[in-house]
């Protein structure tokens, strides 16, 4: 038990759900990580004091359930719950399989579904919770061969909408955060694909993806986890159903 709040934070080995944790860890949280990758224990060392890790799958439902129950026995309450976990498939549309669609859609979608499942109960009992999911730039405009990543990010997107309004009744207020182009191992495996497909250089094509910002930069992940934390706490206790957009202005061109 803690008499700190808990956050719990997915795809937090590395990017932005890594960065996250640490911002919530240092504004006073205990925080719970969960990743697919071992590296969630790297993270956890790197935060260090009051924090559990563990290596799961957030699409196996059992997993989760194992994970929330673990931090449910450790700290006692969950305050905030903060989905990142998410994959990527960049292939054109006639060579995408089923599988490549089920299995991004799965972690994107499935995955948050699966903790806003298991985590919901400890949140009404305690009566209250902030919800910050990650939606993308990809599901607001169109990126070639990224049509099943951008669906899947749409529908967190209306997914955390429909939540938003099912759970105000209970105190739970539930928000998604929209990143643009951020230094991630994600998006740098994507400009790795571009490369090799292309023939050009890893930092041309970086220097092409970073003119779709208005600043002509990638953010760092603890740009968007800046926001991810606003939204998470009690200064933004009027906040509900909305999809806050950290993409330097890709939408509003």
Request: charged share 20%; net charge negative; glycine share 10%.
């Amino acid at each position: 038990m803690t008499e700190k709040k808990v956050a719990v934070v997915t795809g937090a080995a590395s990017g932005i759900g890594k960065a996250a944790a640490l911002q919530l860890a240092r504004e006073g949280y205990a925080v719970a990580l969960f990743d697919i990758s071992a590296a969630v224990f790297d993270a956890a060392a790197d935060i260090g004091g009051d924090c559990l890790a563990y290596q799961g799958d957030v699409a196996n439902e059992a997993d989760v359930a194992a994970f929330v129950k673990q931090t449910e026995e450790k700290y006692g309450r969950v305050d905030v719950l903060n989905c990142n976990a998410g994959v990527v498939v960049v292939k054109p549309l006639e060579d995408t399989d089923y599988e490549d669609f089920l299995r991004v859609a799965h972690v994107n979608l499935g995955g948050t579904f699966l903790f806003h499942k298991h985590v919901l109960p400890i949140m009404k009992r305690q009566g209250g919770g902030s919800i910050v999911n990650l939606g993308s730039v990809s599901g607001h405009v169109g990126q070639t061969e990224h049509a099943i990543y951008g669906a899947t990010k749409g529908a967190v997107i209306a997914f955390t909408r429909a939540a938003a309004w099912e759970l105000a009744a209970y105190n739970i207020r539930v928000n998604s955060v929209s990143p643009g182009s951020i230094d991630t191992p994600m998006l740098r495996g994507d400009i790795q694909l571009e490369s090799a497909r292309t023939g050009l250089p890893f930092e041309a094509v970086k220097r092409e993806r970073e003119k779709e910002q208005a600043f002509n930069r990638w953010a760092e992940p603890s740009e968007v986890a800046e926001v991810i934390c606003f939204l998470a706490g009690d200064k933004a206790s009027f906040v509900t159903g909305a999809d806050w957009l950290v993409d330097c202005g890709w939408v509003a061109k």
